[in-house]
């Protein structure tokens, strides 16, 4: 079984930061791609921005530039750092992991909240 606790979450203003973690344990043998979705309310869940195993990254339109995806393997632990925030950006932050075997795990979900 795996387990994904997230920390970070939090209220801010408009144009602060945070920063979201996100630590996986449990059975993990080899990861994909690790990654945080959000979601808002009356809104589907999206994707924010995910990592893979070998670094490569993707981001929604909406955030680039102002949020940053990380990861450190040796941890099964990715980060994400949000600079410039805006109240749109206020959701439930959800960590997620894809296993090599493509077998797919979610955290409980963070709640950030910006205030305009």
């Known amino acids: 079984q795996v387990q994904l606790v997230e920390s970070g979450g939090g209220l801010v203003q408009a144009g602060g930061s945070l920063r979201l973690s996100c630590a996986g344990s449990g059975s993990i043998f080899s990861i994909r791609v690790m990654g945080w979705y959000r979601q808002a309310p009356g809104k589907q869940r999206e994707l924010v921005a995910d990592i893979t195993s070998g670094g490569s990254t993707n981001y929604a339109d909406s955030v680039k530039g102002r949020f940053t995806i990380s990861r450190d393997n040796a941890k099964n632990t990715v980060y994400l750092q949000m600079n410039s925030l805006k109240p749109e950006d206020t959701a439930v932050y959800y960590c997620?992991?894809?296993?090599?075997?493509?077998?797919?795990?979610w955290g409980q979900g963070t709640q950030v909240t910006v205030s305009s």
């Open positions: 997620s992991l894809v296993t090599g075997r493509s077998r797919s795990y």
